[in-house]
Structures are given as C-alpha cells and as structure tokens.
C-alpha cells in the first residue's frame, strides 16, 4: 500500500512541478540581474527532483499513520502554493506577487514540517531540506527584485 501511496503523492509533487514546463524561465529571466550566490541552472531540476521524492516519501508516512488530518490538509496545500509560484513569477512576470507566494509557502512548509513530524518523524526530517531550499528561493526571489526594480513592477 506505500507504494501506491508514493506514487499518488510523488504524481501531485510531479503535477506541481510541470508547470515549469509550462512556464519556463526563457529569456525574460535570463536578462534579468542576478545575485552572485544563485544555484547554476542544472540545480534546479537535480533539487526539484530529489525534493519532490522526499515530499512524496513523507506524504505516503504520514498517510499510513494514525492521526494524520492535519498533516494531509497541510501537505495539500503547500503542494497547491508550490504549483503556483511559476506560473505567477515566470508566466505573468510579477516578481512581487511571487514572493508573496513564496513567503505563503515558506509557512506552509514550515507547519506541515511540523505537523508531520508529530504524525511521524522521518517525514518530518524528509521535509527539512524542502524548508531550506525554499528559504534559499526567497531570498532569491527577493534579490531579484531588489537587482530589478524596472521588471519588479
């Protein structure tokens, strides 16, 4: 039964996920100033993928276990917040609205890491390098805006 729990988790973190193929950084953010400490390119699908088999792992623990409403609640809506930074920082261009929706999921993050961790340790420490490559994509986003603030809108 884990199994296909994984699978129905790590298909929602994937579904997430596509949208960067729907909205892909492209030229818009390639001309953009960016701080020296912003990951290379090819760090973003590796982390996205590592991150998303952790999120999926921990979703599937906490499901199997007892007590896990909050948890379930929690997890369906920074999954639902995760989806929707791209589109809003990359499709329509608005820098500030996405670090918004970033500071939104950066909570989110954080309770469900909480709430997980009550349900069932592991999947709660499976979500701690998620809180931090988030906290990593704040302060990106953040200096982007402060670099651009023509394009910030």
Same mark, same amino acid.
């Given at each position: 039964m884990i199994y296909v729990l994984f699978a129905i988790f790590l298909a929602a973190c994937f579904a997430a996920g596509s949208t960067g193929g729907l909205f892909p950084p492209g030229e818009w953010y390639a001309r953009l100033s960016k701080p020296r400490w912003t990951p290379p390119n090819w760090l973003f699908p590796v982390a996205w993928t590592t991150l998303?088999?952790?999120m999926a792992a921990a979703g599937a623990r906490a499901a199997m276990s007892e007590g896990n409403s909050l948890a379930m609640a929690l997890w369906a809506l920074q999954i639902a917040l995760n989806g *929707?930074?791209?589109?809003?920082?990359? #499709?329509?261009?608005r820098m500030r &609205? #996405? *670090?918004? /929706? &970033?500071g939104a *999921?950066?909570?989110? /993050?954080?309770a469900t890491l909480l709430a997980l961790w009550q349900v069932d340790i592991w999947a #709660?420490?499976?979500?701690?390098?998620? &809180?931090?490559?988030?906290?990593v994509a704040g302060?990106?986003? &953040?200096?982007?805006?402060r670099l651009n603030p023509q394009e910030a809108g």
């Amino acid at each position: 039964m884990i199994y296909v729990l994984f699978a129905i988790f790590l298909a929602a973190c994937f579904a997430a996920g596509s949208t960067g193929g729907l909205f892909p950084p492209g030229e818009w953010y390639a001309r953009l100033s960016k701080p020296r400490w912003t990951p290379p390119n090819w760090l973003f699908p590796v982390a996205w993928t590592t991150l998303y088999i952790c999120m999926a792992a921990a979703g599937a623990r906490a499901a199997m276990s007892e007590g896990n409403s909050l948890a379930m609640a929690l997890w369906a809506l920074q999954i639902a917040l995760n989806g *929707l930074w791209t589109p809003v920082f990359f #499709g329509l261009r608005r820098m500030r &609205l #996405g *670090l918004m /929706v &970033l500071g939104a *999921l950066w909570v989110s /993050v954080a309770a469900t890491l909480l709430a997980l961790w009550q349900v069932d340790i592991w999947a #709660g420490l499976l979500f701690v390098p998620y &809180l931090v490559w988030v906290s990593v994509a704040g302060a990106l986003n &953040l200096a982007v805006i402060r670099l651009n603030p023509q394009e910030a809108g």
